[in-house]
Every structure is written in structure tokens, then in C-alpha cells.
């Protein structure tokens, strides 16, 4: 006769048994057949299959497009993370603080998030078009000459980068407030009464208490940032040439436009590979969280 622990145990791992199946179909499978077929040279349209070993792994090492691909995505990635917690951080400070419509500025802080990709894509297109967009007007309005947003390096990088990070820095705001109110007011009172300035307190009280939390959404928005592709792909098509090409942009090139589909999936696996060591660092920050998450 089993004890207690382990039957629930047992009963636990039998009752997950089928979604865990389920979720290693839809998921695994695919995963494993886009691995094994890196090592092979596929056309999608004949589906002639070849085996070649490592050469699609050589020839991506050896081509200069997927370094410099790697090297947009990561810099897409720095200046996103940069602008995301920045912004997030301080319109979360801002609204944690009680003044009238705090109600509504809250609402409204989500309309970004909430907006379809493709509708914020194209309506920041309509914005910046080089002669009919109202923010080339207003450019001008002020004296200013004419900026090519979207067709010009490094331009076209700032661009999507400004315009992703807009997007998304809601969702920095929220969770970043949520710890915001949670935080116990004791502590500032004390500070106070210690005679520590605004910017005294923030650094001393504010910032170790959601550094725990912060740490948590930059991986976990590293992780997201990492395979963006449709806002990019929507904004500029990885152009001016390959000025903003990144890596989820080059895996679609490689496949569905020079029909290179080991090569695309050789790009691919090296993107989970990466992808990989951040969603470790991520598990270990959630695992570490709550037994560091202590008053100080």
C-alpha cells in the first residue's frame, strides 16, 4: 500500500497525464521535425528532400545577412527593453500617485496594448509617411526639415523600436503598479523622518522592492521581444535592405521567399537555442522571487 503522499502524487501526474500528452503533440512533435529537417535541403513547393549534415549551419555562420540579422535583433531587443522599462517605470510612479482621473489615466494607459498589431502598424505608417504623415507636418510646422522615418538608417531602427516599445509599455505599467501598491507605506513615512529626499527614496525604498519584479518582466519581455516579427515586418519588411532585418525576419526570407527552407530552419533553431538560455534565466528568477521578496 502506497502512502498518502505518494498516491496524491500518483493522482496528481495521472490527471496531468493528458494535457501533458496533448501539449507534447501540438508542441514537441513539431518542434523535433523542425530540428531534424535543419539538417536537410527542402523545397517547399517540390518537396524534394536532400541530407546535408551540418551545412545549413555552415552556411548561416558563413553569411554575413544572419550576423548582421543577429545584430539588429539584439540591438532591436536592447533599445525595446530600454524604452519598455524606462517609460513603463516612471508612468507607473506616476500613476500610483492620487490625483483627479487617476481612474481613467489608468484605463487609458491600456489602449496601446489593446490594439491589434497590424491597426497600430499601419496607423503609425499613415503618421510617418514621409509626405502626407501629420508627424513629418508638424516636423516642418516647427521649422525643421523633413525626416525620412521609415526609409532611412538608422531611422528606420529608431522608428520601430519607438513604436514596439509603445506598444507594449503598458504592460510594464500594470504589473510594475500592482507592486507599486503593495509596497507598505511605513517605509516612506520612516524615510521621511530620516530626512531622505524624493530621489533619496526612491533608490532606497522603491527600487529594491520591485527589483524583483522588474527583473522577472525584463526576461519575461526579453523572451517576447526576441521572435518579434509581424510589427516589424508590418513597419518596414526588415528594410531600408536589411537595415532592420532580424532574425524572425530572416527565418521567413530564407523560407518563403528564396524557398531555402533547411537554411530557414537552421536560423530557427539557433533562435530557440537563444531563446532557450533566457527562458531558463527567467524560471530561475520566478523560482528565486518569492524567497527574496521580503520588506527591507
Known amino acids: 500500500m502506497l502512502p498518502s503522499t505518494l498516491r496524491d502524487q500518483a493522482l496528481g501526474y495521472a490527471l496531468l497525464a493528458p494535457s ?6 501540438l508542441l514537441g512533435w513539431p518542434l523535433i521535425q523542425a530540428v531534424l529537417l535543419s539538417f536537410y535541403d527542402m523545397h517547399p513547393l517540390t518537396r524534394r528532400v536532400i541530407y546535408v549534415g ?28 530600454f524604452l519598455q522599462i524606462g517609460g513603463g517605470v516612471v508612468v507607473a510612479l506616476l500613476l500610483n500617485r492620487t490625483f483627479i482621473g487617476r481612474g481613467i489615466a489608468r484605463s487609458l494607459i491600456l489602449f496601446p496594448y489593446l490594439m491589434p498589431v497590424l491597426v497600430a502598424a499601419l496607423v503609425w505608417r499613415w503618421m510617418l509617411d514621409d509626405i502626407h504623415g501629420i508627424v513629418n507636418y508638424a516636423w516642418i510646422g516647427m521649422g525643421l526639415k523633413r525626416i525620412d ?42 524615510a521621511e523622518v530620516d530626512g531622505a529626499s524624493r530621489w533619496s527614496q526612491f533608490w532606497d525604498v522603491t527600487m529594491p522592492q520591485i527589483a524583483n519584479v522588474l527583473s522577472v518582466i525584463v526576461l519575461l519581455r526579453a523572451i517576447w521581444d526576441f521572435r518579434e ?3 516589424i515586418f508590418l513597419m518596414t519588411g526588415g528594410g ?20 531555402k527552407m533547411g537554411k530557414a530552419l537552421a536560423i530557427a533553431v539557433v533562435m530557440m537555442l537563444c531563446m532557450l538560455v533566457l527562458i531558463a534565466a527567467y524560471l530561475r528568477s520566478v523560482r ?9
Do not use: C, H
Request: charged share 15%; no cysteine; glycine share 4%.
Open 240 to 259: 531600408p535592405v536589411i537595415g532592420t532585418t532580424t532574425l524572425p525576419l530572416l527565418v521567413y526570407k530564407e523560407a518563403f521567399e528564396l524557398f
Open 288 to 296: 528565486n522571487a518569492p524567497a527574496s521578496e521580503e520588506i527591507r
Open 20 to 25: 501533458l500528452l496533448l501539449l507534447g503533440g
Open 149 to 190: 522615418w521609415l526609409s532611412t538608417m538608422p531611422n528606420a531602427m529608431v522608428t520601430v523600436i519607438v513604436v514596439g516599445s509603445w506598444r507594449v509599455f503598458p504592460f510594464v505599467v500594470i504589473a510594475v503598479l500592482a507592486r507599486l501598491q503593495s509596497i507598505p507605506q511605513q517605509l516612506y513615512e520612516a
Open 54 to 81: 551540418l551545412e545549413n549551419y555552415t552556411d548561416i555562420f558563413e553569411d554575413d545577412m544572419f550576423w548582421r540579422a543577429f545584430a539588429n535583433n539584439f540591438v532591436w531587443l536592447a533599445g525595446s527593453l
Open 229 to 231: 516579427f509581424d510589427l
